[in-house]
């Protein structure tokens, strides 16, 4: 699957920042990017859930689930956020109870610059290949990252504004204000994350009228078919598409089979934001 081959390559890099920011802030004591870490394994752990959540959402609607696995793309999400939160109340303990000895140098600003130099190369990937195979999978995953590179500058700005220590009053720590920044950003990016999942799991009945367009234009082109009923149902980022539809009477079952088949393949083409079709035969009267 493309898109899972992307979000491996970018989980790879994630995790390779992560760590580079982790080693780096606890060698230095920097506090901040400690925090900024922590932000970043997320990242690589959102790549993850992802990828499963990718998985096992585009399973077929069945019995049990007659609306496919879609809420499973909100469950992973809402999952996250879950995990962010949590990470953003070690965060605060940090900022309250971390006596950090930080003291700025070279070595931690070319690590600052290797780090947002890979993130970019991380939001590129995805961005491009987002928007080549439109995937919002892969577009989600570029504003999260992108959102790792600009609390990065934050941190890079932190590491700026203490080379002027000398001109700071002793009773203001610029490290453990950044790490309060930090916790105020994950808090608010978590807690944002949670509310549109739960609001998503609750409404995914919304319907795209664009697309029932698109399908019922598609269905004029198949002259043995006629469309019924069609409804739209929003799943996360993708859509389930059920059709209704009315046959001549005279059209075999190997017939039928073939054009369901072409039908199919042909909405998807049309629109990749459709990941789940089934199709119900109106009986003939």
């Known amino acids: 699957m493309k898109e899972n081959k992307i979000i491996i390559i970018t989980a790879i890099f994630n995790f390779i920042v992560a760590l580079l920011k982790f080693v780096s ?7 901040t990017l400690i925090a900024d870490s922590i932000q970043s394994f997320i990242d ?9 959540a990718n998985k096992v959402g585009k399973r077929r609607a069945n019995k049990t689930y007659p609306f496919g696995y879609g809420q499973v793309y909100y469950l992973a999400n809402l999952l996250t956020g879950a995990l962010l939160f949590l990470i953003g109340i070690f965060i605060f303990y940090q900022f309250l109870f971390f006596e950090g000895t930080f003291k700025p ?27 080549k195979y439109k995937s919002e999978l892969m577009i989600e995953a570029s ?9 990065t500058c934050v941190v890079l700005g932190v590491l700026a504004i203490s080379l002027l220590e000398k001109y700071i009053p002793d009773f203001i720590n610029v490290d453990k204000i950044g790490s309060l920044g930090m916790s105020i950003y994950v808090f608010y990016t978590s807690i944002k994350m ?9 409404t995914n009945d919304e319907e795209n009228n664009e697309i029932k367009d698109e399908i019922e234009k598609e269905l004029k082109g198949f002259k043995d078919i006629e469309l019924k009923n069609v409804k739209v149902i929003k799943m996360s980022t993708y859509y389930s598409v059920f059709l209704q539809v009315k046959v ?38």
Not at 117 to 124: A, D, N, R, T, Y
Not at 194 to 202: D, F, Q
Not at 252 to 281: G, M, S, V
């Open 143 to 151: 504003k999260e990252s992108r959102a790792d590179f600009i609390s």
């Open 105 to 131: 140098n070279i070595l931690i600003a070319i690590v600052l610059i290797v780090v947002l130099i890979l993130k970019s190369i991380v939001v590129g990937l995805l961005q491009h290949f987002g928007k």
């Open 248 to 285: 001549n009477e005279d059209i075999t079952i190997k017939r039928y089979l073939k054009l369901e088949k072409k039908l199919k393949t042909q909405l998807k083409k049309t629109n990749k934001l459709i990941r789940f079709i089934d199709i119900e035969l109106e009986e003939n009267r």
């Open 25 to 31: 802030g606890l060698v230095f004591s920097f506090s």
């Open 194 to 202: 949670i509310v549109a999942n739960i609001r998503g799991m609750l």
């Open 44 to 52: 690589f752990f959102t790549d993850i859930i992802s990828i499963f």
